[in-house]
């Protein structure tokens, strides 16, 4: 049985971390099979934007810890390398990401939910980076994603305790974007990647790209980007097409997404 699975709705894929006898939990095997999903995907122009949760009661309770208990420090060094090429990849992806979680997403899963594009959690959802109480560091960005998504004194101080908190606090501090009923969720998530994959899609994976990269440089570079992917734009037909039809008040049937 595939540790991760791949299902297509319409322009939606919904990805499912599919290991729920041990919470998810991302072992090698499991990164291997997600990297080679997103190579499915990326080669697959129908797919507009993806969807990952879990199967069961857990998004992903964090790093396979049977895998990692007899590691060297070598060993260790790999495996981080390893889930931070996978996570850093699908921040990079082209098609937005929208992380459903549905229960546990602590350590590697709370870092996997990080690296999407935008998150929403369950009522079940549990966030956390509970690394420090087994002797090591988040090993998969955990320690530059945080930080960066609630900022330094709120990320220093859950890493430093390991403390878990729940959906409504996760709400809160900004770690997910919306809270729903745990038997809405998975509904809400795929209406929200439907309204995304309506859009002009050439228009959103340079949305995506400019925000992710504007994060990480300096203003002057960022602005520059974006007028790069402004322009971009202006040399497609949806571009054409529905400013035409702002123009003349009327209703544009659908994206080219050309």
Do not use: W
């Amino acid at each position: 049985m595939a540790l991760v699975e791949l299902e297509q709705r319409g322009h939606v894929g919904l990805i499912t971390i599919n290991r729920p006898e041990v919470l998810n939990a991302l072992n090698v095997q499991a990164l291997r099979e997600l990297d080679d999903i997103l190579d499915r995907v990326e080669s697959d122009e129908e797919i507009y934007v993806l969807i990952i949760t879990g199967a069961g009661r857990a998004f992903v309770a964090g790093a396979d810890i049977g895998e990692m208990v007899d590691f060297t420090a070598a060993d260790a060094k790999t495996f981080s390398r390893r889930g931070n090429n996978v996570l850093l990849r699908m921040t990079r992806f082209p098609r937005p990401i929208i992380a459903a979680i549905n229960g546990y997403a602590l350590g590697g899963g709370c870092e996997l939910a990080m690296s999407c594009d935008i998150r929403i959690g369950s009522e079940h959802a549990k966030f956390g980076m509970p690394e420090v109480g087994l002797g090591i560091t988040p090993g998969f960005g955990g320690t530059q994603r945080l930080a960066r998504i609630v900022g330094m004194s709120t990320a220093t101080e859950l890493v430093l305790t390991g403390r878990t908190i729940d959906a409504q606090e996760a709400l809160q501090i900004g770690l997910i974007n919306h809270l729903y009923p745990a038997g809405e969720m998975l509904d809400r998530a795929f209406e929200l990647a439907q309204i995304i994959a309506s859009k002009a899609q050439v228009a959103v994976r340079q949305v995506k790209q400019a925000i992710r990269i504007g994060t990480q440089i300096d203003m002057s570079s960022a602005l520059a980007f974006e007028s790069e992917a402004f322009g971009l734009c202006f040399s497609t037909e949806d571009q054409k097409d529905s400013m035409q039809a702002f123009l003349n008040k009327e209703q544009l049937s659908g994206y080219k997404n050309r």
